[in-house]
């Protein structure tokens, strides 16, 4: 069972928009600012879409944007394309004294 | 641009040590910014982080397998190993070592190596 709660799926139409959320504790998302979205295509390693919280790395496109309110974190997806099928976790600092990071069970987008 | 390649036998016995070493390419792994990580995924399955360590040796383990595993840094060929005693079936799964940003970001992973446990 994974520290972060995200729905198992979720699908959506070309051109339209989804959301993923990502909920936690005070311990994780909602005490600080360091949770990342990654993007995972079946046989490739997970490509970073968001940092801290909603920051865009460079190449990422701006159809993807990340939010946080209390606990709980969301990706947004607009625009969608066919190659935005895959699977999205989240990930989150936690301040556990016994981890470094919390994961979140992922989930599998389908563009319909 | 930065490049991480997993290397190490696809198959290990049960009760074996699972053994992978993850080279560095593009930078440095003795850079103060950055720690080192492994992580998997069983077939079909979710991510998990399994531990994480600094080019000083510092190392911060999952406690899901923190009485079998052993990260180890190699500053002076740039690469870093995991060592995961004491196998079972359940450790099957695409390992993946990646670099872990100041923001507790994963920006950078290798390509992945499946490891599977039989006998």
């Known amino acids: 069972q994974s520290a972060l709660t995200q729905p198992a799926s979720v699908s959506g139409s070309p051109g339209q928009s989804i959301t993923i959320s990502c909920s936690g504790s005070n311990s994780d998302v909602g005490g600080f600012n360091y949770v990342s979205w990654y993007q995972q295509h079946p046989g490739k390693a997970p490509k970073l879409l968001i940092s801290?919280?909603?920051n865009r790395p460079s190449g990422v496109p701006n159809r993807f944007s990340g939010s946080k309110s209390g606990n709980t974190a969301s990706l947004t997806i607009s625009g969608l394309q066919a190659d935005d099928e895959g699977t999205y976790y989240c990930i989150s600092y936690t301040s556990s004294n016994t981890l470094e990071v919390v994961f979140g069970g992922g989930t599998k987008l389908t563009v319909l | 641009q930065l490049q991480l390649q997993e290397s190490g036998p696809g198959l290990v016995k049960p009760s074996e040590t699972l053994s992978l070493t993850c080279a560095v390419s593009g930078g440095s792994i003795s850079s103060r910014t950055y720690y080192w990580a492994w992580i998997r995924q069983p077939p079909g399955k979710g991510l998990e982080w399994l531990g994480s360590?600094?080019?000083?040796?510092?190392?911060y383990y999952n406690p899901s397998v923190k009485s079998r595993v052993t990260m180890s840094v190699d500053t002076s060929n740039n690469h870093f190993s995991l060592n995961l005693s004491s196998v079972t079936a359940a450790d099957t799964a695409v390992y993946f070592c990646a670099r872990r940003g100041p923001n507790w970001d994963f920006q950078f992973w290798g390509q992945g190596a499946l490891v599977t446990v039989a006998s």
């Open positions: 801290t919280v909603s």
């Open positions: 360590i600094y080019h000083s040796g510092s190392t």
